[in-house]
């Protein structure tokens, strides 16, 4: 746990000085805005993707137990 918060300090300083580094033209207009996706409609493919990560999940967990 020490070694992984550790590696995350140093992610977080390396972005640090990234952000340093970005220059912007004065002349420049920046704006954001808040993405809303509140009504996102399901992913067709879900139920694909949770059957086969379901399945996925099983065979990792009888190579763990070495089941056959």
């Known amino acids: ?3 992984e918060y550790n590696d995350k ?5 390396t972005s640090e000085k990234r952000t340093k580094n970005i220059q912007t033209h004065p002349q ?3 704006t954001s805005r808040l993405l809303n996706f509140k009504n ?3 992913p067709v ?3 694909v993707a949770t ?3 379901l399945y996925f999940n099983k065979v990792n967990h009888d190579e763990e137990n070495n089941i056959e």
């Open 1 to 3: 746990q020490i070694s």
């Open 9 to 13: 300090i140093k992610l977080n300083r």
């Open 28 to 30: 420049a207009i920046y």
């Open 40 to 42: 996102l409609s399901e």
């Open 45 to 47: 493919n879900s139920a």
């Open 51 to 53: 059957k086969t990560t």
